[in-house]
């Protein structure tokens, strides 16, 4: 479920203009909302870098336009069964939509590939006005994805290691996409959880979710007043 704040631009969407302090109580002591206890985050070797690059967003999340500067991360999801699956997303910092996102069994740096080139060839960005802000993980640092990243005239910039704020926007929507949508549900099988992710992605985030950064309008409202 939604926070209060969503709940609030939800309701007065429907013409009912309750206070976000009303919502907020209502939720806590009349309904008993509780936040949900994730999974333990598994465990990762880091690999060896091919190239790292400088901080290029210095945490300047602002974009003046679309497919100026994009945001990307990979996240742990789980089945029923305790296996994990990882999600690999890009989401656009001019209105935070989600531009591409891909689900699979193993975090790689095919995958980072595979979900850049679902962006670019969706969003089909003006050469070399891109850039892609990520951690320094193996996956984005490798030969493969550097070379990818070059081919397609997108320019890189990494956080400084070991610091989460420096790709904020990516941890609210990792936390979003969890808060919402699959802590919610036991996945038996794979192609549940892909589905449920995909939907959550293109559907709910960018087409119905209220977003505060845009003034509580859902991504695509804001991207279509661009």
């Not at 209502?26 to 465990?43: A, C, D, E, H």
């Not at 060896?48 to 742990?76: G, I, M, S």
């Not at 891909?102 to 969003?123: C, G, M, N, P, Y």
Request: hydrophobic fraction near 30%; glycine fraction near 6%; proline fraction near 4%.
């Amino acid at each position: 479920m939604d926070g209060y704040r969503s709940m609030t631009a939800y309701l007065k969407r429907v013409g009912h203009g309750y206070s976000a302090a009303t919502i907020h109580k209502y939720m806590n002591t009349q309904m008993g909302l509780r936040s949900i206890v994730r999974p333990k985050k598994p465990g990762a070797k880091p690999g060896k870098p091919h190239k790292v690059f400088e901080n290029k967003l210095r945490q300047d999340f602002h974009a003046d336009k679309p497919n100026q500067k994009w945001c990307t991360d990979f996240t742990y999801l789980f089945l029923k069964n305790g296996d994990v699956r990882y999600n690999c997303t890009i989401i656009d910092l001019h209105d935070r939509s989600v531009v591409a996102s891909i689900t699979d069994r193993h975090i790689t740096s095919e995958l980072a590939i595979r979900t850049l080139q679902k962006a670019l060839e969706s969003q089909r960005p003006a050469d070399g006005s891109l850039i892609l802000h990520s951690d320094q993980g193996s996956q984005y640092t490798s030969k493969a994805f550097t070379e990818f990243c070059g081919s397609g005239h997108v320019s890189q910039s990494m956080s400084k290691a070991g610091y989460p704020y420096d790709n904020a926007p990516m941890e609210r929507y990792f936390n979003t996409l969890k808060n919402e949508c699959t802590n919610l549900y036991e996945f038996r099988t794979q192609e549940e959880l892909y589905q449920t992710v995909e939907e959550f992605a293109y559907a709910t985030y960018n087409h119905v979710r209220p977003h505060s950064y845009n003034g509580y309008r859902t991504p695509f409202e804001a991207r279509c007043a661009a």
